[in-house]
């Protein structure tokens, strides 16, 4: 299904008689000619500028920067997994190995991967 872009953000963004929409558009078929993906990065970077124009705490700002960093490295990364099958275990790090809950993780994760899926979990040991 197309994505068709809510009007929401130019309605609530004031631009002050800028045609940002325009420029934003332009700046990205400068770097993505032809993507099929235009109203959605124009509608991204309509947010950030409706952030900024928020003017958000610094905090608030970074945790944004630093999740769009780290979705882009993980995109780059698993771009090359493309067609396989994943699938994400969250848990605890701190389970002992002696316990129930480690073992059935444990299980779990080589049924998964006898299955031809992709495991992807945290840092844990």
Excluded: C
Aim: hydrophobic share 35%; charged share 30%; proline share 5%.
């Amino acid at each position: 299904m197309p994505y068709v872009p809510d009007d929401l953000l130019s309605r609530h963004f004031q631009s002050n008689g800028l045609d940002l929409t325009s420029k934003i558009e332009e700046h990205i078929n400068e770097v993505a000619p032809g993507t099929r993906n235009l109203p959605l990065y124009r509608d991204m970077m309509l947010t950030v500028l409706r952030m900024a124009q928020d003017d958000r705490n610094r905090w608030d700002v970074k945790i944004t920067l630093q999740t769009l960093r780290e979705l882009d490295k993980a995109f780059r990364v698993l771009e090359r997994f493309k067609g396989r099958r994943k699938v994400t275990v969250f848990g605890s790090a701190r389970t002992p190995q002696e316990h129930p809950l480690y073992a059935q993780a444990r299980e779990l994760g080589e049924k998964l991967a006898r299955s031809d899926m992709m495991v992807i979990t945290g840092a844990g040991g």
